[in-house]
């Protein structure tokens, strides 16, 4: 089992910046891929960042140039720096694990999840 803890997130204006870190804890030794997700009230769940064990990254479209993930492996821990925030980045974000993978951008690939925090971006 890996339990995610996540802190960060809130309620920010158009143009600012948030943090968002993942603290993993549990069965974490060993590679494995980490995400953030995020979910919007009436739409489902959808990629925003993936990182593998060794950093290799991925971005969805909407967040290209916006977002930056990362991961301390020896901290267990996986951030999303988000900047440029839009009303529309507003949505419950989301961190999962995939012990079983080095790398993946597929929900359902994902075994276990954080607890989620709110992020609301205001115009």
């Known amino acids: 089992q890996v339990q995610l803890v996540q802190s960060g997130g809130g309620l920010v204006q158009a143009g600012d910046s948030l943090r968002l870190s993942c603290a993993a804890s549990?069965?974490?030794?060993?590679?494995?891929?980490m995400g953030w997700f995020r979910q919007a009230p009436g739409k489902e769940r959808e990629i925003v960042a993936a990182?593998?064990?060794?950093?290799?990254?991925y971005y969805a479209d909407p967040v290209k140039g916006r977002f930056t993930i990362s991961r301390d492996n020896a901290k267990n821990t996986v951030y999303l720096q988000m900047n440029s925030l839009k009303p529309e980045d507003t949505a419950i974000y989301y961190c999962?694990?995939?012990?079983?993978?080095?790398?993946?951008?597929?929900?359902?690939?994902?075994?276990?999840w954080g607890q989620g925090t709110q992020v609301t971006v205001s115009s």
């Open positions: 549990g069965r974490t030794s060993g590679s494995y891929a």
């Open positions: 999962a694990a995939d012990p079983r993978m080095l790398f993946t951008t597929t929900l359902s690939d994902y075994d276990f």
């Open positions: 990182i593998s064990w060794g950093s290799a990254t």
